[in-house]
């Protein structure tokens, strides 16, 4: 891109030149000295860690066409171009957008929002696209993912730059569909600043991430800002008009649905699996083993639909699927088909395959409070013997969760052992003393705590009977444990497999 377009392109967001001309080219951008090529537009960003405008003389040393500095800051030693605006980091995605040509326009975006249920909404909307014949592409907390390939990510939403990228590659690669899941950092650090989403979806609101936001009404705007801030920017190829998709069951959205109701040109479709006015409703709501099957009704139609998947939070992600397919005008039997081919979610009451006479594991990425105490609702019915839940709360993340997530525990399950999550650079003990401290003793409960993950999940699967259940929740597909900042090999479905067949081995050898 030639620089003077991408000035022309950011004057408005206050990108201008400090030092050097404005002519010439810029090749590629980034924010990471790391990944400087010659002339590359390298931006210092403040991080948490480090100060990237320390990296400003190492780009340019590297034949970086310009850095990208906060307005003020003392200019690099180094020769070179300098550009500048108020605040790097939140450019980032306004700069992704104008570098990589908005690839966000030519593509249709469905944005999913929400505390939880995200990721199980994006891959309930992408099965249903694959079965609509979409090229569809993913973008969230497991990876991105499109057209066969699967590439790791750290972030569920990614930085400015590096989602515009991805856009970009999906576009170029003949997506035409991308679902993405939206997080309340990726929209409060400006992340899809410049994406015109023409879907946009919000799951549900209740507490997380408070270390980041501070309080929950933060939380929620930045929730909210979904809807107020991408969707009036959007323009697109396909001229679908833009429309949000709302659960209705949740107080903030029947909230969102009053305020969006002023946004004439946003069509707003309501789902409720409980409250009765609604556009789409779940009816004949059936569960099994083998999963869900529910009609919904609303919208003229009356959509028979079976899925892989259990509980009755998972009722409310399929209805939000269902909104988001409609409004794309994907077709009722896609939907349907779409829905029936979904093996399930991986991480996500994900049923651990273990010999006959093993008890019912399920490993869940439940690391909040609403998440854990729906998830052992959902297994309370099913299991005939005792409820034993394995869990703990990651380290360096809201501290707050910890207590109600002990006391949840502690009602719905029988038997609860405390352990690590991803304690990161805290103590270990002093997160299970903060979970333990909103446990509420009762008749019949056993309370248990141990460190060691893996020997926690081996005591409850050695004393679990063949008719309990186990749930191991938090981690979900995560394949690591981040202790003391350093990241091991570390898989709760793996784990508690093989720890399934050494007890089955054990009790066969005490028969022999
Ligand atoms: C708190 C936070 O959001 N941190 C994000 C931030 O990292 P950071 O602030 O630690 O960055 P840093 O390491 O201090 O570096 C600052 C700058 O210096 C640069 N640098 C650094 C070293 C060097 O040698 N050269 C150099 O140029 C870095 O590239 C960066 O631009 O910028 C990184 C790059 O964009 C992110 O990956 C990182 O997310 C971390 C991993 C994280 O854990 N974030 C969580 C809180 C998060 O964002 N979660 C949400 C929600 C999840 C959900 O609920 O689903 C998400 O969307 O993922
Ligand atoms: N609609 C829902 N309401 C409440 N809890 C849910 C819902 N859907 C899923 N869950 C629970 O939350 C956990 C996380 O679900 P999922 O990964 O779909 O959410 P997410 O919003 O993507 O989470 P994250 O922000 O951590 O990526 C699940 O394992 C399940 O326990
Ligand atoms: N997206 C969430 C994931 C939490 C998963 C849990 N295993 C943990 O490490 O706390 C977060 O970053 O807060
Ligand atoms: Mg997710």
Known sequence: MQLKDLLEALHEHGLRLERGGAEGEISSVTQDSRRVQPGALFVAVRGASFDGHV???????KGAAAVLVDRGTELP???GRVLSVPDTGAVLGRLGAAFFGNPSRELDVVGVTGTNGKTTVSYLVEAIARAAGREVGVIGTINNRWK???VPTVNTTPDGLALHGRLREMADDGVDLVVMEISSHGLALGRVDGVAVDVGLFTNLTRDHLDFHQTMEAYRDAKRALFTRVLPGRQKRLGLRAVAVINLDDDEGRALKTLLSVHPELEVVGY??????????ATRVQMSVEGTSL????????LELAVALQGAFNVSNVLAAVGAARALGIPDEAIRQGLADLPGVRGRLERVCGPPGSPAVFVDYAHTPDALERVLETLRPVVTGRLHVVFGCGGDRDRDKRAPMGRIASQLADRIVMTSDNPRSEEPLAIIEAIAAGVVERPGLEVDQEVSRERAIARAIATAGPEDALLIAGKGHET??????KRRDFNDVEIAERLLRERSKREQQGEE
């Open 55 to 61: 990296f400003v003389d190492e780009a340019l040393h």
């Open 77 to 79: 030693s180094a020769d």
């Open 148 to 150: 066969g390939r699967e």
């Open 272 to 281: 409720a699996a409980e409250a009765d006015a609604a556009e789409l409703r």
């Open 295 to 302: 009609t919904v009704a609303g919208q003229g139609a009356n």
């Open 480 to 485: 690591y444990q981040e202790i003391n900042g």
